[in-house]
Structures are given as structure tokens and as C-alpha cells.
């Protein structure tokens, strides 16, 4: 099966998610936003299917996967779907249920920190927001990023099966997407998250092993992993960040 | 099976996504937020499974169900779980996975209606926030609302196996959702949403029917059902509202 991942072009984004888990399980995907036009590739084959109106089931946004003739939208979903078929999830459904659902937990706050410099609205820009954005990043980084750092950290903690993974004995997507977020926190308040993760040395150590695992650091390496900027979700803005 | 629901009491918020498809399918459910703290019940008993020690997978924050030993958070896990149980999911994996997707979308919608009155922060007053919760309503009235709504209207029109529902033949937990998001716009934004559902027939038509169903009018006018209130994700501040 050769996956078919359809993201923005330019940042790692929702996408990232998606593409830690096919390249940790070495699975073979087209970044079709990289695909020519005429290959039935790059933005308007993606707009495609989320306008088009023969599109029986269409995604509401990216990133979605194409795989077979099964298109799959919402990240979460996605990795619900691919995690049993790359190895990434447990074996029980208890297990993938409970994966899923810290996924999901995971999602909630990715939209939390996506929102400290877009609390108005998606369709402006930073700076018609930016006095909102100063606001909101100073009570997410007093409440919300501790309460969420602290809560992964006690997931590790409270694991029967493993000291160093979230979900289980195996590494997981949710592992993968952990250490993901950690990385995009780091970026985008560099002072905040360091002070955060003081208190959270399984979260600081699940961030190191997923980014020295052989396939990861390949694509890092790649040159295929785009950096951060300021056009994703994670954005290093120091005016919001903490001292 | 008797299920036991942990949530807030007083409020609808995303419990009742949760109750609409228990109480749809006639399913037994404790309301543990209504059950004496000195039998096991009340908030005492909830937050006890989000902070103590010994829960070895900790929700973050509910809703939260237990099932028999089973302890299942965020809302739309858990209608993943309830789903098939219920007879309220699809019955081949792909049409459960695209039903999953759909709810998905509505919690990143419920999140977005959300912050239009909490726009910097859950844990600061509507009152602190009004400014910036005005124009983030106004931003959100004039472009995500009749996306949202676009999609979902689309998402029924496009469904090859029934002109009335968002997934497959039989109704879905997603279509109770759904019918609960409309009543809630209707609730807290009455004119914009009244606007914004003139080109919605097919969602209009799914609102009426799924509360002209017999167990769910049977729910409503037991009294268990709250009332919309100014605690809840929905909330009436006129001054928010479009003409």
C-alpha cells in the first residue's frame, strides 16, 4: 500500500502527525502537495477533494489520507486508522481505545496553542490580533500548558506496562505525537516550555528517544522534515512567550 | 450493561452529546453527578477519577463513561465506543470511520462556538473577555458558522445511501449531534443562526427529526433534559448575536 498524504505545502502543521507515524514504520506515502499539477498533484488536487462535488465523503480540512480508495480526513482519525496497520497502537481494543483517546486529548491541545496567536480568528492575520494574542498566551501559559504537560507526564507515570511510553509497552502514534508538540512548544516559547518541562522529565526523555530513533533522525536528516516557522501551528512570536 | 456517566452537573456542555445517543437507544445510564457523594456519587466521585493516583488511565476532563471496568474519555471516543453498542454506528468499519470523522468535525466546531464567548481563557469570566469575545464572534458569524454548516449540509446531500442523514442509512450518533449543535446555535445565537440555516434545508429537516423521535421527545419532556444556560458551550449574550 502506497499511502497518499494531502497537506498545506510550507509547514509541518496537522500533518506532521501523520508523517512521524508513516516514516517511524518506514511505510511508503506521496506528499502529494509535492506532486506537479499535471501528475495530479500540489494544491488543486487537494482543494479537489474537499470541494469537489462528486466526492462522496468529503474531508472538512487538511490534512487526509488517501489509502486504496478509502479517503480518511481528521488527524486523529487518520492515525486511529493507520496505528494497528504501521504497528503503532496496542493490540487490544481497550488499548487502541485509550491511544486514541489521549490522540484526541493531544488534538485538544494543539488547538490551544495554535490559538495563543490566533484568538480571533483563522482568516487574520497575527498582527490584526496581536493585543488578544498577548493576552491569551499569558493565561495559557500560567494555566493551560502545565495542566496539559502535567497531565501527559502523569500518563507516563501511571503506565503499568512501560516507564517511558504513554500508551502501553510499544511505542505509539500518540508517543510520536507527544514528542511532536514537545519539539513545537520548544520552538515557539522557548523560555515558557523550558520552565514547564522542569517539572516533567518522562516528557523531556519521550522527546529524546522518539527523535534518536533511526527512522526519525533519517528524516530529520532528510531534509524531507520541514523546519518550524511562522506560518504553522507552533509560531515564535518572543513577544508571547515567557520569561 | 448499565453505563455510568461522569459530568457536570447543572449543564448541558458535551455531556449531552453523550445522553442523546444513550437515551436514543433506550440504553440504562447513571447520572453520577446525581447520585449522593455518599454513595459513590457527585463531583467528588468525578474528579476523584481525574486526579487520583491509582487511575491508571486518567480522562483529562469529561465527559468520561464507565463501562464495566472500562473507564472511556473525550466525547467522541466515547460515541466511537458507544457507537456500535448502541446501534447508532454504521455497521462496516469504513462507514464507522467516516461516522467518527464527522463527529470529529463537530467537536473542532463546538470548540470554535465555544471560544466565541471565552475567546482568551476557560478559566476567566464571560465578563473580562467580552470585548475580544465580540469580535471573535463577529468573525466567527461572518465566516466559520456558514462553513461549518456549508459542509455539513453538503456532507447529507452527498450521502448516496439517504437524503436525510450525515452517514449511511440508519440514523447515527453524529445526526444526534448534529440535531443538539442546532439547537444550541439556535439557542445562544438565534438570529445569525435563523440566517445561517436558510440555505441549510437538509440540516433544518435532521434538527426536527431527531427530536420528534419518540424516545428522544419522551427525554426532553422528562425533565432530565436541562435547559440551555449561560454556564454551558451554548450561551445567549445578545450582544454577540448578529441581527
Known amino acids: 500500500m502506497i499511502y497518499e498524504l494531502y497537506y498545506w505545502p510550507g509547514i509541518q502543521g496537522r500533518g506532521e502527525f501523520v508523517r512521524l507515524a508513516l516514516e517511524e514504520a518506514g511505510a511508503e506515502y506521496i506528499e502529494m502537495a509535492l506532486v506537479p499539477e499535471e501528475q495530479g498533484g500540489g494544491v488543486p488536487a487537494m482543494i479537489q477533494f474537499l470541494e469537489g462535488s462528486e466526492v462522496a465523503r468529503p474531508p472538512f480540512a487538511p490534512p487526509f489520507l488517501k489509502a486504496g480508495r478509502k479517503l480518511i480526513g481528521q488527524t486523529a482519525n487518520i492515525l486511529l486508522f493507520l496505528g494497528p496497520r504501521l504497528g503503532l497502537a496496542p493490540r487490544d481494543a481497550a488499548g487502541r481505545l485509550w491511544t486514541h483517546q489521549l490522540q484526541l486529548t493531544l488534538a485538544d491541545f494543539v488547538v490551544e496553542i495554535h490559538d495563543t496567536h490566533h484568538p480571533i480568528g483563522g482568516g487574520l492575520y497575527y ?21 496539559f504537560l502535567g497531565y501527559f507526564e502523569g500518563v507516563i507515570a501511571r503506565n503499568p506496562d512501560s516507564v517511558k511510553r504513554l500508551a502501553g509497552k510499544r511505542l505509539t502514534y500518540a508517543d510520536l505525537s507527544m514528542a511532536q508538540v514537545i519539539a513545537g512548544l520548544r520552538y515557539a516559547f522557548p523560555g515558557a516550555a523550558r520552565n514547564a518541562l522542569r517539572a516533567c522529565p518522562r516528557l523531556r526523555a519521550l522527546h529524546d528517544e522518539v527523535f534518536a530513533r533511526a527512522r526519525i533522525k533519517r528524516y530529520v536528516a532528510s531534509g524531507r522534515r520541514l523546519a518550524f516557522n511562522n506560518d504553522g501551528i507552533f509560531r515564535r512570536y518572543p513577544e508571547l512567550d515567557a520569561a
Open 127 to 147: 498582527e490584526q490580533q496581536k493585543a488578544e494574542a498577548k493576552r491569551r498566551s499569558r493565561d495559557f501559559l500560567a494555566h493551560r500548558l502545565p495542566k
